[in-house]
């Protein structure tokens, strides 16, 4: 995985990202599923 390189460097930055990826992955599927309602 690419984001395992930088943990040992930034550890909580890295973290934050994780955060946001799954963040906007989680939204754009919420939006999708929405889609599939309507």
Do not use: Q
């Amino acid at each position: 995985m690419i984001l395992e390189f930088p943990v040992r460097f930034k550890h909580k930055k890295t973290r934050a990202v994780i955060r946001w990826n799954f963040a906007i992955i989680l939204f754009f599927k919420i939006i999708n599923y929405l889609k599939t309602i309507n």
